[in-house]
C-alpha cells in the first residue's frame, strides 16, 4: 500500500538555525499537506500546496516558512530561522485528484519530530 | 466559537460497550468531513469519511447533519484496541483547501 514518508523522523536544531523537512508524498497524489502538533496539543494546519504554488496558509505560516516540491517527488517544509516555540510533531499528508470518490481524503506521514533548543 | 468542537473526553469504558463522539463544525463552506484516530506519538491514521447519508464500516458507523453542522461517530463493541484519540476533521474550500482538526476526543477501553 502507498505511503507517506518524511525524513528525518527526529530532528535536533539550534535556536536560529535553518532546517528542512522532508515529505515523499504518495505518488499520484496533487495536494500536499503540512501540519505540526506541538506536544499535547491538537493538530493545527499549516499550508497547503496544489499545481506548485500555495493554495492556502494558517496564520502560523509566517514568513520563516516556506515550501518547495523542487523536483516532482519532494515536497519540504522550510524554517529560516528557528525558535523554541517552534518544537513540535510536523506531518505531511497528501491527497488524490478531486475525481476521487471522496476529494481531499488526506494520509499523513510518520512525522518529524523537531527539537529547538 | 472554536471551528471544530469536539466533546473533551476521557471517555472510560469496558470491552464491549458503544461509545458515541461527538462534533460540531462552525464554518459553511466546510465541504467534506472525516474522522480520524491518533495513537499516542504517532500520525492521524484515517478511520472513515463521513457522507451526509450516513456510512457503516464493521463496528463503526459516521454521521453527517448539514443543516444543524453536526457530526458524530458511534463505536459498537468496543475492543482494547480502539483506545485512541478520536480527531474530527473538516476540510474546508475557502478559494484554497483548508483543514481543520478538532482537539480530539481520547477513548479508553478497559477489560
Known amino acids: 500500500e502507498p505511503e507517506v514518508t518524511q525524513t528525518p523522523s527526529h530532528q535536533v536544531t539550534q535556536m536560529g538555525q535553518e532546517v528542512i523537512l522532508r515529505c515523499v508524498p504518495i505518488?499520484?497524489?496533487?495536494?500536499f499537506y503540512w501540519y505540526r502538533q506541538i506536544l499535547g496539543q491538537k493538530v493545527e494546519f499549516l499550508v497547503s500546496?496544489?499545481?506548485?504554488?500555495?493554495?492556502?496558509k494558517s496564520e502560523i505560516f509566517d514568513d520563516q516558512f516556506s515550501v518547495e516540491r523542487p523536483d516532482g517527488s519532494n515536497f519540504t517544509l522550510k524554517i529560516r530561522s528557528t525558535k523554541l516555540e517552534d518544537s513540535a510533531m510536523y506531518f505531511c499528508?497528501?491527497?488524490?485528484?478531486?475525481?476521487?470518490?471522496?476529494?481531499?481524503?488526506?494520509?499523513f506521514g510518520p512525522g518529524t519530530r523537531l527539537t529547538v533548543l | 466559537r472554536k471551528e471544530v468542537e469536539q466533546d473533551p473526553g476521557p471517555f472510560n469504558v469496558p470491552e464491549g460497550a458503544t461509545v458515541a463522539f461527538n462534533c460540531t463544525y462552525s464554518?459553511?463552506?466546510?465541504?467534506?468531513f472525516f474522522w480520524y484516530r491518533q495513537d499516542c506519538r504517532k500520525e492521524p491514521k484515517l478511520l472513515m469519511s463521513?457522507?451526509?447519508s450516513g456510512n457503516e464500516d464493521g463496528r463503526f458507523t459516521a454521521q453527517l447533519n448539514r443543516a444543524s453542522q453536526y457530526i458524530s461517530l458511534l463505536i459498537r463493541d468496543s475492543k482494547l484496541s480502539d483506545s485512541a484519540t478520536y480527531l474530527c476533521?473538516?476540510?474546508?474550500?475557502?478559494?484554497?483547501?483548508?483543514?481543520?482538526f478538532g482537539a480530539g476526543t481520547r477513548l479508553f477501553v478497559k477489560a
Open positions: 500546496f496544489y499545481n506548485n504554488e500555495i493554495s492556502e
Open positions: 476533521v473538516v476540510n474546508m474550500d475557502t478559494g484554497g483547501f483548508k483543514t481543520i
Open positions: 505518488s499520484n497524489h496533487l495536494y
Open positions: 464554518n459553511s463552506a466546510s465541504q467534506s
Open positions: 463521513v457522507y451526509s
Open positions: 499528508a497528501s491527497s488524490a485528484r478531486l475525481t476521487s470518490p471522496v476529494p481531499y481524503t488526506q494520509y
